[in-house]
């Protein structure tokens, strides 16, 4: 998404060194001699701006416009790096793409009109201005260098996939859940406040794409305890999510009791409060009293009892997210599927 990012320094460098070759490439032709110093002079100033105005724009081109992109997208730059500095870092390196074309016509006329012997001092004077203006953007430059190394790998999302957000503390079972359904290896992506990033696993469903996203280190703790970024990275998630998969783990063998994995429930539902949540009681191979998880049901239609280890439960986890991604596609729903 960023390119490589050059220093001040290596700017000029590229810049001078190329308005140099440019102009030296003169020396040996037939020019009059009282134009050729300022031809050489004039193709000097002109190629460095030139050269250093292309890398600019590379830049420019390379980084998308922040507006256009998804609202996840949007929010995960702003939670990485700060979209406000970032869109300031990107206008300063517009303006001094516009201050380097205005030096290159101003310096290309004035040694093209005056006096031969001026032509040295002019390109001189035209170096230093080139120069004040690249130094100019350095912390820019600087900035764009870290939000390079920051938005490193991250995560492809599939805008058009049915998206299903796991939640549940750890251990519970919600990496297990997400191979048991997806099959192959997820992709692992950067996230912000993710202690092992962001794990995305796909499958289809009736040519439909899903994809299965866990988050731990992030819906995984009591919502409670956050600050506020930690707080946007959640909510970027709500610009994906289709449905929210809550898993308690029946057994507690996680090391949490069920009134706490109830209590992190709660936080959840209040931030998705517009996502549909389907309840997930997992290591049901484990669980003796089943009568004792009744207290924790809320709503008996949306509750599943899995085993993610032994791949119980699975087909009625599938029958239900195609239920979701009908409902996204405006198709009746269907009673059987409940
Ligand atoms: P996560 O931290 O929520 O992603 O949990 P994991 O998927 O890593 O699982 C934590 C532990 O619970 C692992 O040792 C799993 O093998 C185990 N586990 C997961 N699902 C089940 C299950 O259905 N039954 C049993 N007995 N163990 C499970």
């Known amino acids: 998404m960023i390119p490589t990012i050059p220093t001040p320094d290596e700017l000029l460098n590229k810049g001078f060194s190329r308005g140099k070759k440019a102009a030296d490439l003169l020396r040996d032709q037939k020019i009059p001699k009282h134009l050729k110093g300022k031809r050489i002079e004039e193709r000097r100033v002109i190629t460095s701006c030139q050269v250093i105005k292309d890398k600019l ?5 390379a980084v998308p416009e922040i507006e256009e992109l998804h609202p996840f997208y949007q929010d995960y730059i ?10 300031q870092s990107l206008g300063a390196l517009n303006w001094a793409y516009g201050i380097l074309t205005q030096l290159e016509k101003e310096y290309g006329g004035k040694i093209r ?50 998206t299903i957000v796991i939640a549940g503390f750890p251990n519970v079972g919600k990496s297990t859940l997400l191979r048991q359904i997806t099959g192959a290896d997820p992709q692992v992506a950067n996230y912000p406040f993710t202690t092992k990033g962001i794990q995305i696993g796909h499958t289809e469903r009736h040519w ?32 994906l999510a289709d449905a929210i998969l809550f898993i308690f783990d029946g057994s507690e063998t996680c090391g949490f009791r069920l009134d706490n994995q109830y209590n992190l429930l709660k936080q959840i539902e209040k931030i998705f409060s517009e996502i549909p949540i389907v309840y997930l009681f997992n290591k049901m191979d484990l669980v003796e009293d089943k009568e ?7 709503n008996v239609d949306n509750t599943i009892f899995i085993s993610a280890i032994e791949g119980e439960g699975i087909e009625k ?6 239920s979701i991604s009908k409902i996204e596609r405006n ?8």
């Open 317 to 322: 986890i599938n029958k239900k997210i195609d």
């Open 113 to 162: 009109k005056n006096p031969s012997e001026k032509a040295t001092m002019l390109q001189k004077q035209a170096y230093g201005r080139i120069a004040s203006v690249v130094n100019k953007i350095k912390k820019d430059l600087d900035f764009l260098d870290f939000a390079k190394a920051n938005l490193r790998n991250m995560p492809t999302i599939d805008f058009d996939a049915t």
């Open 208 to 239: 439909k794409s899903i994809q299965i996203i866990d988050t731990p280190g992030l819906l995984d703790r009591p919502v409670l305890e956050m600050n506020d970024i930690e707080m946007n990275a959640i909510v970027a998630l709500e610009h």
């Open 292 to 298: 004792y998880l009744n207290q924790y049901i809320d």
């Open 78 to 87: 702003d939670i990485t790096v700060g979209v406000d500095d970032m869109k």
């Open 57 to 61: 724009k590379s830049i420019l081109d």
């Open 331 to 338: 198709i009746d729903d269907e009673d059987e599927y409940y």
